[in-house]
């Protein structure tokens, strides 16, 4: 960090910034869309041509070079844009395989944002000079995302925070962001419905523009740092308001590594323990306070690893309250319903919790219900220690697909968007990493806590 203000004058190239003008944006969310449909449209006629092996080959180049289009496009305009590039590139039931470990590289290759603008807008958002605020300001950022970046900090009065600074002009390109990206989503996914596409990107475009507003993020972080309270093991920093605005946010500065890069290397005990954490975070939040962290990108969690273990890992931060989701009680129970349905085994109920949840009611056979969950929510049916790295729900999901069809049409209600994706991270992350957590156990305790499940049933 540097031990001054920065001056203004960067080397950094100014057409690394963002396109903010809703026209420039249009063009090139246009100009992407054009690309990709000739692309496809190109591929297809050829295809008329081709061997079924040639077909297959000159598909999956040209998914991969709309993938590398589609990365560097909507890494350079970030926002909306790139983050639902992000949650697409985390479900691998949305896009065709060969897109999605292109797309993931979203998650770190945007261009940063350079520290005249910066300065600028943490400036004009205080109304006083940087260096009336701050005696130490990092002129690169520590962290990077789709609607902001990251600094490094110093107050007046010698604290230590992180300032999260918005791209200029970036909230107001979010509606028109989303429906360029409708028509880019509805082109390259083929078995979602798209009165389904429409009403996932209207959720998603009300929860990225409550991401936008840094007031609201503030307010996010508070309600955590009460929330986890009881967690041990669990930080979150506290935000400071009277310094945050609606695109300048300061918090406490939180110093420690991010969690994939610890877990790379940690001892598995702790790995396993921190695992549990992870999962303990998701259930209470949810399940007892209806509040969804929802955005499980390995780069938001902080492992402490210098401070001294917490029930055998060490504590755990969570960063970027922005993106939340928040439940009525009412539904998040039914979905704790639907699970001791599945443990019960319980046809009758499954089908009525799954219809009460609002599943398209395809008026499917429970047990192929049933079976089918049962293959995605392995790690909750059975009281023994799951292990997240032999775990291929790909492969056995892509089987019974062919075997029933029809699954490809099921479409869960837009509640379950953001609740869906958060599992669907939690799961890659621990997947990737190797982690052996008994799941049954922490959801039974949480299912008799809420009432849905009787102690005596354990």
């Known amino acids: 960090m540097s031990d001054k203000i920065p001056s203004m004058k960067t080397d950094r190239d100014a057409s690394q910034q963002p396109t903010a003008s809703r026209f420039g944006r249009f063009a090139r969310m246009s100009g ?72 993931s590289s979203l998650q770190h290759s945007a261009p940063a944002m350079s520290f005249d603008v910066v300065k600028g807008v943490v400036e004009q958002a205080l109304g006083q000079p940087l260096a009336a605020v701050f005696s130490q300001f990092s002129a690169e950022p520590i962290g990077a995302a789709s609607i902001g970046q990251v600094h490094r900090a110093t107050l007046t009065d010698g604290t230590d925070v992180a300032v999260k600074v918005q791209y200029p002009g970036i909230a107001d390109t979010i509606h028109s962001d989303m429906g360029n990206l409708g028509s880019l989503l509805n082109l390259l996914r083929l078995n979602l419905p798209r009165e389904r596409v429409d009403a996932y990107l209207d959720e998603f475009t009300k929860v990225i523009q409550a991401e936008s507003d840094y007031l609201q993020e503030a307010i996010n972080l508070e309600r955590f740092c009460v929330l986890f309270k009881s967690l041990p093991g669990v930080r979150v920093p506290a935000p400071v308001h009277e310094l945050t605005r609606r695109n300048v946010l300061v918090m406490e500065f939180i110093d420690g590594v991010r969690l994939d890069g610890w877990l790379a290397s940690a001892p598995q005990a702790q790995k396993d323990a921190q695992g549990r954490r992870l999962i303990e975070i998701f259930l209470q939040s949810v399940h007892r306070n209806q509040v969804l962290h929802a ?23 969570i960063l970027d309250a ?13 979905l704790i319903g639907f699970q001791a349905a599945m443990w019960r085994h319980d046809l009758d109920a499954l089908q009525a919790s799954w219809r009460g949840l609002g599943f398209i009611d395809l008026d499917i056979d429970p047990e192929v ?13 059975e009281d023994r220690p799951f292990d997240f790295g032999t775990w291929k729900i790909q492969d056995d999901a892509m089987t019974f697909m062919l075997a029933h069809p029809r699954v490809k049409l099921w479409s869960p209600p837009r509640e379950l968007v953001f609740y869906v994706r958060t599992l669907v991270g939690l ?22 806590e809420r009432g849905v499940l009787k102690a005596s049933r354990h």
């Open 32 to 103: 992407l869309t054009a690309g990709v449909t000739a692309r496809h449209l190109g591929q297809k006629m050829m295809g008329v041509f081709q061997s079924d092996e040639q077909k297959q080959v000159s598909a999956t180049e040209a998914q991969r070079k709309s993938a590398q289009q589609i990365t560097k496009t909507l890494g350079e305009l970030k926002g909306a844009a790139m983050k639902v590039g992000q949650m697409m590139a985390t479900d691998p039931e949305l896009l065709p395989p060969e897109m999605i470990a292109e797309i």
């Open 427 to 448: 799961r890659g992350l621990l997947a990737k990493t190797g982690l052996t957590v008994n799941v049954y156990q922490l959801a039974r305790a949480m299912a008799e």
């Open 295 to 317: 955005d499980p990108h390995p780069g938001n969690f902080l492992v402490l690893h210098n401070a001294p273990l917490v029930d055998g890992a060490p504590p755990l931060c």
């Open 322 to 334: 922005g993106c939340v989701r928040v439940f009525d009680a009412a539904f998040t129970d039914k």
């Open 369 to 381: 219900i049933y079976e089918w969950n049962e293959l995605i929510l392995a790690p909750l049916l």
